[in-house]
């Protein structure tokens, strides 16, 4: 039983589950995301406009369709043998569910402003390529400019705009080099095996940071450890190798990245499910939730270089979110109070009660009140 992989090389998303997929050494084609292809499969399985999807041929008739990158990674661990993504130990899954938070819908931001501020022509090329390969480069360019202005007007709403430009290099500079300082020891976040976290960072990392040329120059000379580690996590290779640091170890190099999820992206994150919870009360039939709830005050960056921006309300971010708290919630003893610990240390003890207001699921692709 085979798989494919629908998405193109210039998607963040793709890039996290292209690489999951080659590690994990599971049988898969890639099919292009021409817009002949958006009508003739994406639409009629998934019903809007969205990449990547995976069709998992089972042996039915039409197969199963996936289209969030972490229920295709889910999906893949549940039906496929070998080891897995996820660490056993408490503590390291822990911290690789937060870092697949803080990758899938933190680090869109730099991803996003980077790619729109200094990649606007290559990314147009790769968009019209995509779309429009049948047409020569010049038409292909002219026929991407409608998604390009959608794209690149869609990052005011990640709080990106040119008061908070300075601030978002910032942060991403001092990320770059907390990770690389982290990869001059270990060959991923948990050891020689890459774990969930490991695959979140790479979307964002890997498709729009390193890919895009500009960033791309910036990352090879700031962090070049971080280059390799995206080049090895996204590069065709035998999977199934490497092992978890033993005694459920975080490293000490780990708490530079776990601090930046507490202190720039938890906050918003509480945020969000404040407001979700007020509009859940205001909207006690409503069972699908909007992929936004208006723009909260939010701030954006890192140290000294902080500012406050407005940004849209993503209540998708507390889906993933929730991931993190059903772990909490599951654990006992000795190993609640070691990811308690973990969590004072990070200054992400807010966690530690938090529930969200209602419980989310993704219903019919879309995030639904379960």
Not at 129 to 137: F, I, K, N, Q, R
Not at 138 to 161: I, M
Not at 197 to 212: I, Q, W
Request: net charge negative.
């Amino acid at each position: 039983m085979s798989y494919t992989l629908i998405g193109t090389p210039v998607s963040l998303y793709t890039g996290k589950a292209r690489g999951y997929l080659r590690w994990k050494n599971v049988p898969f084609t890639e099919r292009l995301s021409t817009r002949d292809v958006y009508k003739s499969h994406i639409l009629p399985r998934v019903g809007w406009p969205v990449i990547p999807v995976v069709i998992h041929d089972d042996g039915s008739q039409t197969g199963v369709t996936l289209q969030d990158t972490t229920d295709i990674i889910d999906y893949v661990e549940q039906h496929e043998p070998g080891p897995s993504v996820y660490p056993d130990g408490p503590c390291q899954r822990l911290a690789a569910l937060i870092l697949e938070l803080f990758g899938d819908e933190w680090l869109v931001i730099p991803a996003m402003h980077y790619r729109w501020a200094y990649n606007r022509d290559f990314a147009q090329r790769e968009f019209g390529a995509t779309s429009h390969p049948h047409l020569p480069p010049g038409e292909q360019f002219a026929a991407a400019q409608k998604a390009v202005d959608f794209f690149s007007g869609s990052v005011t709403g990640l709080g990106v705009n040119p008061d908070s430009a300075p601030a978002i290099e910032a942060a991403h500079e001092a990320f770059l080099a907390a990770f690389d300082a982290h990869l001059g020891e270990h060959d991923f976040l948990f050891g020689t095996r890459p774990s969930i976290g490991d695959y979140g960072l790479l979307g964002p990392l890997y498709a729009h940071l390193l890919r895009d040329p500009k960033s791309g120059e910036l990352m090879r000379r700031l962090a070049p450890r971080v280059a390799g580690w995206a080049e090895r996590c996204h590069a065709p290779q035998h999977g199934l190798t490497g092992d978890f640091l033993a005694r459920d170890e975080i490293p000490a190099t780990l708490m530079p990245l776990l601090q930046m999820f507490a202190a720039q992206q938890l906050p918003v994150l509480l945020d969000t499910a404040q407001i979700l919870g007020e509009w859940v009360e205001a909207h006690p039939q409503e069972s699908e939730i909007p992929r936004l709830l208006g723009f909260h005050r939010v701030r954006i960056g890192h140290g000294d270089a902080v500012v406050e921006t407005d940004r849209a309300v993503i209540p998708y971010s507390l889906w993933m979110l929730q991931r993190v708290a059903d772990h909490l919630a599951g654990l006992t003893g000795a190993d609640r109070s070691a990811a308690d610990r973990l969590l004072r240390s990070i200054g992400a003890q807010q966690l530690a009660d938090f529930g969200l207001p209602v419980r989310l699921e993704r219903r019919h692709f879309k995030l639904a009140r379960a």
